[in-house]
């Protein structure tokens, strides 16, 4: 049976259906890359109101635990009760149409909806009470949050980023005192990096990269 | 020509080109679907609360004091919630019947509450229908017998161990003096109430203190399986066995079914009922109490040095009736136990700690009597399940049809709801006020830890609308318990005793006795049987309340490790004369009623008898339990309500019974370690005498150092009792799916936690030996997993990391202990929303294709030590416990730091009983053993 194609022609379809294959791939690739996370780094996600941190505080100087006031003792930060929110906001601001759903919760008990803005897979056991008390302060995770009119995710949240500090955590640590504090140095010789470690009894780091620190 | 051979060859290739095709094209549809299905993970949302309620911090549970109930009496316990949700139960160690632990019941309670087949709404001549319209008919109800003074008002109750329950029947009764009472348990405690009335004319609770008891005899009492006080019983009798030269105590045992303290005891025979109550007149002649025998008896060849050790012991001596011994054995056990001089010391006389115990049998048989005359007008059943469990020949469903206005309050729309115009669904021990005496009359306050998921309401509550009260149940209990607390200090004892779980000073004040036997009793021996039947409670669904818990069912029995099944137990050589084999079915037949089962033999078990687990052949229990087993109900009697006599007949066909250890005996190794006190005093290092030379040196694998933490356990053998207390509290605690019986069937159960069952070559006893994992310091499992899924941690656990995981299932196959269980199917429900209330929040959920195992609680110990750390500072032994350390009724578990001098494990491991399981495979198991040492009497031959 003669040929139904000459030789250049299969030649060109072959290209052609590597060149159809590699873009598939390429998008398929990117597509899952920009998909990875519902709230892309960076980028704040729509919320029930828009609530600014670098509002409360930068403007106002309120202290970080008076509305995630589990930090310092369980896994969870907490999130304010609309209670916590109302004493201030049942005087201030309280015709602002962007109040609204704070005080339609406070009126029908129903609850605010936030969106989860650092979110980890839930076979990851992250705990704020573990790292607030071995000063990590939350600017290393949560970024500048007094600079964010809205909040978005600073970090990556991925397993690399994290064991970039658990393998190497003397250049995250700060003192107790300065934990809650967004203008906190770092330390930044080697000297101090040690004598952070020594204070937070870190120097034996073996377990900070074990599995079951974080997986269980 | 054509050539065979290429033919055939080209053919081959046409197919290999069909195949690549396919091949590609699956690959590429693979891809597709890869990219397709990869949508990134939801968005999640963080809802706080409106209103934040005070000592909430999410994240962390809180515990709540409260109780669970088994026949009435009540346990302690505490109650973990996380975020308001009910998750997991641990013992109250300020509780008498508790001390810490639990049993598996209390365990279980959670799935119990959390279970989508609990009844959800009122029914109405079964069609759904409201509370209110209950109310409205009720009402009509009501004013017909406020017409009548009562008269054709009839309750229905269980044993009342309630106070508020006790008052408002009281006032019930003093609103409506026609009003009957009537209480019927299928584990009724008949025989022990008959049994104090003809030896102290009076009804008298009893209650043991076997940590004083140095000689202790049962007569098919199994004191520390399935009853409300076997959690405390447990824990008093293994204080007594710990090996030491004179404090240990010496156990004999006579029992038809091979029970929890038969496999505890030095010597133990096995015979069927009535010879049992012939050798205990046998004994009670011996020891002077009745004149003679009556009629013949088996003489066990200890039967001598059972009488010389109790005599020997005299107020360090007990004996104990089984409850199903009939009256006069429990007279004569009294006479006996006083003889001996005990009372105050080993045991108890208490006025009875329920309110008004009466004769079950007899009371529900008097209340189907009036049922029959039509002299119930309204019929309230609080508790209990009477058409499925009531004397057979009562014929208690058809009498109930008759009934005008019957009320059924119960969880489950179950087979008494079917034949009641109203069925009311009860809400959970969890989601109620209520109050609750335990066995020794310690009463306790039941406090809800949510509020009730499908409206529901309580028996109080049910009383009250009787009553005419508006009262909300907490103002009730709380009422009754204002005239006890007195007007000082009102509000601070009714905290102090919501937060301890048990109220001060409420035990059962003990009474001082003499026993007087009437001559009558020592007159008609038993009637001899050709086959008995012996039934007995099963040991997961008790008498069928619990058929719809799968963690139940799924818990193999302790003796026969058979799961979702009850089966009509023999002795081999029964089965040999009867040619019956395990799997066979049967039909027994006694007073013209008929059931099939299926046989299981059992070694241990007496001859010419056949025992019959309760509970099972459920039709309306829910999609858990219904249809499974067959119902023994069917053929107990109001004259044999637990001995009688029966015929078995094969049928040809079989049963599928599933089994989770199929094999029983240890063949000559020695996987558990026994030696007699004597020889432990011999030679303490009995259990690793041969071990040294088979344990190599030797090893290619570096040592790695610990110098944090260093966690290991060990498990006493000696304190065991075979219970599976831990095989469920670890099932609850690490959110372990069940399979059901077909995957049980095929090896696929999911416990971290088994407990092996060995019956001995040569002797009747019986070892059991829980096998979690090792955490083997030499883990072979480590060493095959292609992706590092299963690794050591710098705290020497050998952990199992699920995200990494993929299931080849090499670590599990390399795994000399098989303690890896591997989800070959999807085996956590995913859909149903009411079991993920229920799940642990701190343990992954597994998923299809994940192998997975004991992790120590890593949890517990992360919890812990981001705590202690948090306060700057180590973490002391004993802070983290370990879900099964925590249950354990006999404190066999011991858990903590191996690098902390001070620690119970370090001493638990200093023993020289301490010895490693499969040592000679230089694993290095983390996890030991101590063995068992049992105390038999020396014998004259030992030198």
Known sequence: ?216 | MHDRKYDAGADDLDAFAQERRRVLKLMAAAAAMAGGACSGPPPEKIVPYVDTPEQSLPGKPLFYATATRLSGYGTGVLVEANEGRPTKVEGNPLHPASLGATDVFSQAAVLQLWDPARSQTPLRDGRVATWDEFLLDTENGLRELDASRGDGLFVLTGAVCSPTLQSQLEALHSRYPGMRWHQYDPLHRDNELRGSELAFGRAVDTRYSFDRARVVLSLDADVVSAAPHSVRYAHDLASLRRPHADRMSRLYALESFPGLIGARADHRVALPPADIERFAFRLGRDLGVAPAVVGDSPAPSFEKALVDDLLAAGAAALVLPGPAMPPRVHALVHAINHRLGGQGQTFEHTPPVAFKPVANVESIRTLADAMRAGRVRMLVILEGNPVYDAPADLEFAARLRTVARSVHLSAYADETSAYCRWHLPRVHEFEQWSDVRAFDGTASIVQPIIAPLYGGHSAHELLNVLLRSGAAAHDTVRGVWQRTFGNTDQDERWRTALRDGVIANTRAAAVTLAPELAESIFSNPPPPVDLAINFVADQSVRDGEFANNAWLQELPRSMSKLTWDNAAYVSPSTAARLKIASGDEVELRRAGRTVRAGVWVLPNHADDCVTVPLGYGRTRAGPVGDGIGFDAYRLRTLDAPWHGSVELIRTGAQRLLVTTQHHSRMEGRDLVRTATLAQFARNPQFATDEEIEKVPEHTLYPDRPYDGYKWGMAIDLNACIGCNACTIACQAENNIPVVGKEQVLRGREMHWIRVDRYFHDHDSGVDFQPVPCMHCEHAPCEEVCPVGATVHDSQGLNVQVYNRCVGTRFCSNNCPYKVRRFNFLQYVDRTQESLKALRNPDVTVRERGVMEKCSYCIQRIQRGRIEAERLGRKLRDGEVVTACQAACPAQAISFGDLNDPGSAVRAAKASPRNYALLAELNTRPRTTYLARVINPRPDDTEE
């Not at chain 1, 076979?123 to 600017?139: E, I, Q, R, T």
């Not at chain 1, 809205?150 to 397993?159: G, I, K, N, Y």
């Open chain 1, 1 to 216: 049976m003669a040929q139904v194609f000459d030789r250049g022609l299969v030649l060109a379809l072959k290209i052609g259906t590597l060149v159809a294959i590699a873009l598939t791939a390429t998008l398929l690739v990117s597509w899952r890359w920009s998909i990875d996370y519902p709230n892309a780094q960076g980028a704040p996600p729509q919320q029930p109101l828009p609530f600014s941190h670098q509002h409360h505080v930068r403007d106002d100087g309120i202290d970080c635990r008076y509305c995630h006031s589990g930090v310092e003792k369980s896994a969870f930060a907490g999130m304010p009760g609309s209670n916590v929110c109302l004493t201030c906001h049942s005087q201030l601001f309280r015709d602002s149409p962007a109040f609204a759903p704070l005080h339609a919760s406070a009126r029908t008990g129903r609850r605010l909806q936030w969106t989860r803005v650092n979110d980890l897979p839930d076979f990851v056991y992250f705990d704020h009470s573990a790292h607030v008390s071995h000063g990590v302060p939350c600017k290393e995770c949560h970024g500048r949050i007094d600079q964010m009119p809205l909040t978005a995710r600073a970090r990556s949240l991925e397993m690399q980023w994290c064991l970039s500090c658990h393998r190497n955590p003397g250049g995250h640590l700060v003192s107790p005192a300065a934990v809650f504090d967004m203008n906190a140095q770092l330390p930044a010789s080697r000297a101090e990096r040690r004598a952070q470690l020594a204070h937070y009894d870190v120097l034996s780091r073996k377990w900070l990269t074990d599995c079951s620190t974080c997986h269980r």
